[in-house]
């Protein structure tokens, strides 16, 4: 359950990252 909740942060954190980038190009 564990491993479950930190994948799912991970993939949250790099679908914020990639708002953020995109932006940035902007």
Do not use: E, G, N
């Amino acid at each position: 359950m564990k491993v479950k909740l930190l994948k799912l942060k991970q993939s949250t954190l790099s679908t914020y990252v990639r708002h953020i980038s995109k932006d940035v190009s902007l």
